[in-house]
């Protein structure tokens, strides 16, 4: 499917002078004889639900271009059968397609209509988490629950299932993460995967610090209150990896602990004991 364009002259114009692109395609659409029961534009992008002569109705996705330089309004038209690589639209066409014209095996055969509207919704619940990066005002935090299928590594150590904490920093466009002291890009974190946390909620430092975690994995263990409150296990990994003493880093000399700690490790690395404890011996020797 390529492209369809037409003279300037032809499109419908708000009262500023640019080109209303929304009335344009409603009328393009109904110049084939078609009728639009619904439209709207999002993110440059123009969807609406049409009904054919024949009574057919589809959900319809209008890729648009004005090429002012070449004096001509250009779009590119699909159903949602095609699986558009757009997935912008809005609720109340997502409604009333699902309504007019649903995804049955007939309207549907392939599922790739279902599929797209689903994709769509998801990424309306993202958009509309109270964990999105643009809901989260400056200051505040979340916890990212790193999904396990993740690739999302530091220090080559994979943080896949793990637990970190991000900050949105005043003016900035990306989380600083409090675990790996750098800024994340705010593609690479779903908002689904996170929750807002309160200024005062230390919960973070259960999963990430090892006195927390250990004191909360093993309450009865006196050695825990020992431990060093301000080691992470990302430090612990990074300065186990750089040869420093492990139980200098962790602040108890007991070899239970570290077994303890190392299994912990081993877990997050998505390893098994043996090469946390291989790399200990390696910088012991």
């Known amino acids: 499917m390529g492209w369809t364009g037409m003279d300037l002259h032809y499109c419908e114009f708000n009262k500023n002078g640019s080109v209303n692109k929304k009335k344009t395609m409603d009328r393009e659409f109904e110049s084939w004889g078609s009728t639009v029961i619904k439209s709207t534009m999002s993110g440059g992008v123009w969807y609406g639900v049409v009904r054919e002569r024949d009574g057919r109705a589809w959900l319809v996705v209008s890729l648009i271009h004005v090429a002012r330089g070449a004096d001509e309004f250009r779009y590119k038209d699909m159903t949602d059968t095609c699986s558009p690589y757009e997935k912008g639209c809005p609720k109340a066409i997502l409604d009333l397609a699902d309504e007019v014209c649903p995804c049955t095996d007939e309207y549907d055969s392939d599922g790739h209509a279902k599929a797209w509207r689903e994709a769509c ?3 309306l619940r993202i958009k509309d988490s109270p964990t999105a990066f643009k809901n989260v005002s400056p200051g505040e935090s979340v916890l990212w629950h790193i999904p396990e299928d993740s690739g999302v590594t530091c220090g080559g150590m994979s943080l896949a299932g793990c637990t970190v904490k991000l900050t949105k920093k005043p003016g900035k466009r990306q989380w600083r993460c409090h675990e790996l002291r750098a800024r994340v890009a705010t593609k690479l974190v779903n908002p689904l995967d996170c929750e807002l946390l ?3 909620d230390d919960e973070f430092r259960k999963l990430t610090h090892i006195r927390d975690w250990y004191l909360s994995e093993y309450p009865t263990d006196p050695l825990g209150f020992e431990l060093n409150a301000d080691v992470t296990f990302k430090q612990l990994y990074d300065r186990l990896a750089s040869g420093c003493d492990v139980y200098e880093v962790m602040g108890v000399g007991d070899s239970l602990v570290r077994e303890r700690m190392f299994e ?10 043996g090469a946390i404890y291989e790399m200990w011996m390696a910088k012991a020797v």
């Open 198 to 200: 309160a200024a005062d």
């Open 264 to 273: 912990h490790l081993a877990m997050m690395s998505g390893v098994d004991y």
């Open 121 to 123: 919704r998801e990424n």
